[in-house]
């Protein structure tokens, strides 16, 4: 069983966006779209959006990491959002374990909304039905595309690599080798949810040394004593060493 | 959570109406076995078409709550897994069969079918009200599940929310009994009464026990858990737009603490207090429109209690949006 996700790598990411407007731009025209926005250029604006990326910081100024945390459906392995659903039109496709909604058949009652406790899903208030990440079905499925390109549009889009995009199920995807390798953890784990989307956490590659591991104290044959430099007005080139 | 007036009206409306049914087959089995005095047909058929008109005017309010009420049929297939389709399956089940129940007191088809062992006379009205019964218990199970099935918002996930729904349907159904009886002047007030009063009580005891549960419990999960980073210290900068947005709107209330506290007050004097001592009034002075001032003051209060009970509800997703939580 494949199931596709996205790993999201707090370490590298700017909070530039630039996920949020390209899921934007490819999705409201697409096949999971429109996307409505309400009073978009007026006061209070609103819309539906399947991606949002927030800022944590933590620590006390000056000492502080600053988070940008990309936001949007986690597809999850066992989603709460799926059975509470009266009509089937939110579901879980069995091939790449991506959750959708039907709009077709969705009478948008809200209750899947409740039933996810991550907030992802969005109320579209003028088509009034419920919407939430396709992961970009309509592009990862598409076998017209070169493979390079079959991947959701906010993969495409980061600009430093902060996205990575895979079956989770196959052990040696790019995905499933950075959640492994790299602390990959999935967010309120306590539900048992089990989110395919995982994230991975600030890493910090600090040297653990010692003054005196940078000079050498004990040196008992003295055979790496520094020659004592020329006298001034010589340069390093004229000496042989 | 936002309080939904469609909901409100849903849940309160079809609360009065199923518990008038239980009053009405409650008061023909007490007949039955002889404890009350039998009713005219008249007494029934009335009575379950006013239960009927509030379980339809609650259908036509949560229309309201729909973005798609012309697909809501669809809503039936899904029984096998969701309690709010159950729910759409349970009301016009309960619906149907408390309009047969009424129409069979209508036309007076109450002659017995067959006598079990020689003392009970078993006719149509029984069995349809039996079956009616059976369909709105299902009913108050099904529409309190709905939000006693979520575990996230642990302030509904508690059989405490069916105990709530049941005994305050009940209790309301039992007052508008009452003041049904006493409107057509027959002898039933006092039995209506006391069941209301009973029933009501142990709403106050459900609804007391829920208010002392979820002014205590903290919610599993916590921001850290919520972002995945654990330092004590965290705090959120942005929340990822500036307008609002649906995760604002639908899981917010915005009500100040002051006002939640004023309409908790509210529905604890107008649910529980001031029906009871009207009832009891009534009884005293054998007054024929205390109970229908009991009923109403009763279901305004049950309005209050519905909209306290959806700003209780903390939805997880709150977490990431802590400047309004
Ligand atoms: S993150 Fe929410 S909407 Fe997405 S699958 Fe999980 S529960 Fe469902
Ligand atoms: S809003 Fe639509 S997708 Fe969500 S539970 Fe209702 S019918 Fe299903």
Same mark, same amino acid.
């Given at each position: 069983m494949t199931q596709l996700a996205l790993v999201i790598d707090l370490n590298v990411c700017v909070g530039c966006h630039a996920c949020v407007t390209s899921c934007k731009e490819w999705n409201t025209s697409g096949w999971a779209g429109p996307m409505t926005d309400q009073r978009p250029y007026d006061a209070d604006p609103t819309g539906v959006f399947f991606n949002r990326v927030q800022t944590y910081e933590a620590g006390v100024f000056p000492n502080t990491e600053t988070y940008h945390f990309p936001k949007s459906c986690l597809h999850c392995e066992d989603p709460p959002c799926v059975p509470v659903c009266p009509t089937g039109a939110s579901y879980k496709r069995e091939d790449n374990g991506v959750v959708l909604v039907d709009y077709d058949k969705c009478i948008g009652c809200k209750y899947c909304s409740w039933a996810c406790p991550y907030g992802v899903r969005e109320f579209d208030e003028q088509q009034k039905v419920m919407k939430k990440c396709t992961l970009c079905i309509d592009r990862i499925t598409d076998m017209s595309l070169p493979e390079s390109e079959r991947k959701p549009a906010c993969v495409l889009a980061c600009p430093t690599r902060a996205r990575i995009y895979g079956d989770i199920h196959d052990p040696d995807s790019e995905v499933s080798v950075a959640i492994r390798e790299q602390g990959g953890y999935a967010l309120q784990p306590e539900w048992g949810t089990e989110p395919s989307n995982h994230y991975l956490p600030r890493r910090k590659t600090r040297i653990q040394i010692h003054e005196d591991e940078l000079v050498r104290v004990d040196n008992p044959l003295k055979k790496e004593a520094l020659p004592t430099l020329p006298a001034a007005g010589e340069t390093l080139d004229d000496v042989a060493w | 959570m936002h309080p939904a007036f469609s909901v409100i009206f849903l849940t309160t409306l079809i609360g009065v109406g199923q518990g008038l049914f239980l009053a009405l087959y409650t008061g023909q089995l007490y007949a039955l076995a002889n404890l009350l005095p039998a009713q005219s047909s008249d007494f029934y058929a009335v009575g379950s078409m006013v239960s009927l008109i509030l379980l339809f005017a609650g259908l036509i309010a949560s229309f309201f709550h729909l973005g798609h009420p012309e697909r809501a049929w669809r809503a039936a297939t899904q029984w096998r897994t969701s309690w709010l389709s159950r729910e759409v399956l349970a009301l016009p089940a309960a619906m149907g069969l408390i309009f047969l129940y009424g129409t069979v007191h209508f036309f007076d088809l109450t002659k017995p079918l067959f006598v079990i062992s020689g003392t009970l006379p078993v006719d149509f009205s029984l069995i349809i009200g039996g079956l009616g019964t059976l369909a709105v218990f299902g009913l108050f199970l099904c529409t309190a599940m709905i939000y006693a099935s979520l575990r996230f918002i642990k302030a509904w996930y508690s059989p405490l929310t069916v105990a709530n729904f049941l005994f305050l349907g009940i209790a309301s159904g039992f007052m508008l009994a009452s003041a049904f009886s006493a409107y057509q002047g027959n002898s039933l007030v006092s039995f209506y009464g006391t069941w209301a009063v009973i029933a009501t009580l142990f709403g106050l005891l459900a609804r007391v026990a829920t208010l002392y549960r979820n002014?205590? #419990?903290?919610? &599993?999960?916590?921001? &850290?858990?919520?972002?995945?980073?654990?330092?004590?210290?965290?705090?959120? &900068?942005?929340?990822? #737009?500036?307008?609002?947005?649906?995760?604002?709107?639908?899981?917010?209330?915005? &009500?100040?603490?002051?006002?939640?506290?004023?309409?908790?007050?509210?529905f604890l004097l107008m649910v529980f207090v001031v029906p009871v001592i009207l009832i009891l009034l009534a009884y005293a002075l054998e007054s024929e429109t205390l109970p229908l001032l009991a009923f109403g003051i009763q279901y305004l209060g049950l309005i209050l209690e519905r909209y306290h009970f959806f700003t209780e509800a903390q939805h997880p997703q709150n977490l990431y949006y802590q400047s309004m939580a």
């Open positions: - | 002014g205590r #419990f903290r919610c &599993k999960v916590d921001l &850290k858990s919520a972002v995945g980073v654990h330092h004590s210290q965290l705090e959120q &900068k942005a929340q990822g #737009f500036m307008g609002g947005s649906f995760n604002t709107r639908e899981f917010f209330h915005g &009500k100040s603490e002051g006002l939640l506290r004023l309409v908790r007050y509210l």
